[in-house]
């Protein structure tokens, strides 16, 4: 790094906006300028970030007009659609926390710890995938290297804070008795609910397909077949997914658990003998992809289940951004 960046932060008032500033802080992030950047109704309030107050300024056409290296975008699909290539214009490299650029041809999907190389492919933008996609491919890669993987079969029990505020305040009204459905079409409380986005004409619903199709592109391989049922639950953090994989080449158990604890971004708990696997409270909070409950699928030959959680607001996004960010650096 020959120099420090000027970083602009659009959607800085959101969840996962906060929690940008909070990983950015925490691993220390080089910079020389930072802008707060958010919609008209979010102008003028004030954050607090390493120790000084930045004023929010309305995110315009005219934002990127000052000298703004990297711009991490987590304001919704519409917004980075128009301002986006706004910014790539004005030689910005967006990383982008939507859906909207992810299955673009010219616009890398990029999880660090699988596909970095692919973050020199950016036309002046770089998508961030989805938060249940991120988790499950840091573990899928290395296997897939080394076995080659047939078949992926993917069940999510998703987290609230998925949905943002109005999913986090459903489940808190909820627990106290209170049925809202903001954010959901039925009670959060309580339940299980086999819905996650729209529902497509295939019968899946687009938080499914954006995982199969995600993982294609991210693994670079689609000849994989990958099938999806994603399903929120009532917790508050983290996200946990039930993966079968089904491998081309026979394995060892040990050796191939031995691959996935000397991954980087993984950490192995696996010991069921004393109740130890990962759970969505150990989860929140960390950055890391924590795996458990690695076992031989015996009903093909040669399965595997595991069960995969992470922090969907960190790992799922805001930190995956940010180490996609700090690679950008490396460059400059």
Known sequence: MSRKPNVAIVGATGL?????????EERDFPFENIYMMASTKSAGSKITFKGTEYTVEELNEHSFDKPIDIALFSAGGSISEKYAPIAAA??????????QWRMDPDVPLVVPEVN??????????IANPNCSTIQVVVPLKPLHEKYKIKRIVYSTYQAVSGSGLKGIEDLKEGLKGNDLCEAYPHPI?????PHIDVFMDNGYTKEEMKMINETHKILGDNSIKVTATTVRVPVFDSHSES?????EK?????????????????VVIDNPANNEYPLA??????????????????????GINMWVVADNIRK?????????????????
């Open 16 to 24: 996962v906006g906060r929690t940008f500033l909070k990983v950015l």
């Open 116 to 125: 970095p190389d692919d973050i020199d492919k950016n036309n002046g933008i």
């Open 90 to 99: 004005h030689d910005v490299t967006v990383v982008d926390n939507s859906s």
């Open 189 to 193: 409380a309580g339940n299980c609910i």
């Open 243 to 247: 993966v079968n994989v089904e491998f």
């Open 281 to 302: 409270k150990d989860a929140a909070g960390k950055d890391e992809v924590f795996v458990g409950r690695i076992r031989r699928d015996f009903s093909v030959e040669n």
């Open 316 to 332: 799922g996004a805001a930190t995956n951004t940010v180490q996609i960010a700090e690679k950008l650096v490396e460059k400059l």
């Open 250 to 266: 026979p394995f060892d158990l040990e050796e191939l658990k031995d691959i996935l604890r000397n991954y980087p971004g993984i």
